[in-house]
């Protein structure tokens, strides 16, 4: 089964993949007139179509048959994170829980980032690869990088969660918390929050949550936070 791309897509009959998604389609998997393929628009439509014509700059197809909402996750998770030095290891994670379903990430700099500077547009790449090779019919939101004292300004709705390692009392993320609304959860750096983050977060209302344990690297625990938001609400 191949999957395409096409955030354009509603209610047509027939549609034009753009540029890339058409020399994919032609150049590189050499799809002919016939050819069934699916089309999902990011927001949940799913498009069954077939190629009509194979242009490589502009590949038209027909759509067959389309379903809405497939695969809507039935939980909004937000997750923000601090990059890691190694971007390799930040786009692992965006890779990893893309395929497990998320709806929203928002890279954050903080007192101990040793990244400061983040390619959305490379990431965003990232997202989407893991998205069609995962068959989601959902994009998940790549905020651009702000600062954690911005952070801290947002008006969130829901639940809010910071997972850090200083000692303290801490609830355990699949319990209560994260059973109803939507839900956000603060991943800090490989140094983890500074103290003054840590009680700026608790002061505007963020519950310390544990994710077990181990103490776990900043791309691991965003992981294992997301499997265990989408094992609460059996999305996997």
């Known amino acids: ?14 549609f034009t993949l753009n540029a890339d998604e058409s020399h994919h389609a032609v150049r590189v998997l050499r799809l002919s007139p016939g050819d069934e393929i699916i089309l999902v628009n ?4 799913w498009y069954e179509s077939k190629i009509i014509t194979p242009d490589p700059k502009a590949c038209e197809v027909e759509i067959v048959k389309q379903i809405q909402n497939v695969g809507k996750p039935a939980y909004h998770l937000h997750i923000a994170i601090a990059p890691t030095k ?21 890279p954050i700099i903080t007192d101990h980032s ?3 500077d983040v390619k959305t547009e490379r990431q965003m790449r990232v997202i989407l690869a893991a998205m069609k090779q995962s068959l989601k019919a959902f994009h998940p939101v790549l905020n651009e990088p702000v600062s954690f004292k911005n952070f801290m300004k947002k008006s969130l709705p ?24 939507p839900i956000t959860v603060l991943i800090g750096p490989e ?8 009680k700026s977060a608790r002061d505007n209302g963020y519950i310390p949550v ?18 265990t938001v989408s ?3 059996r999305e996997l």
């Not at 190694?86 to 928002?106: A, H, M, N, P, Q």
């Not at 544990?210 to 499997?227: D, I, M, P, W």
């Open 42 to 45: 990011g927001s949940g439509g």
């Open 158 to 181: 829901g639940i809010k969660t910071i997972a850090h390692c200083q000692p303290g009392e801490k609830q355990w993320l699949d319990g209560n918390l994260c059973t109803s609304g």
């Open 114 to 116: 040793e990244r400061k």
């Open 231 to 233: 094992w609460v609400f």
């Open 1 to 14: 089964m191949h999957l395409f791309y096409s955030p354009g897509l509603s209610d047509e009959s027939t």
């Open 210 to 227: 544990t994710l077990g344990n181990s103490r776990l690297r900043t791309e691991t625990a965003g992981v294992v936070a997301c499997h």
């Open 86 to 106: 190694s971007i390799d290891r930040y786009e692992w994670f965006l890779e990893k829980v893309t395929e497990i379903g998320i709806s929203e990430i928002s």
């Open 191 to 198: 140094g983890d929050f500074s103290d003054a983050e840590i």
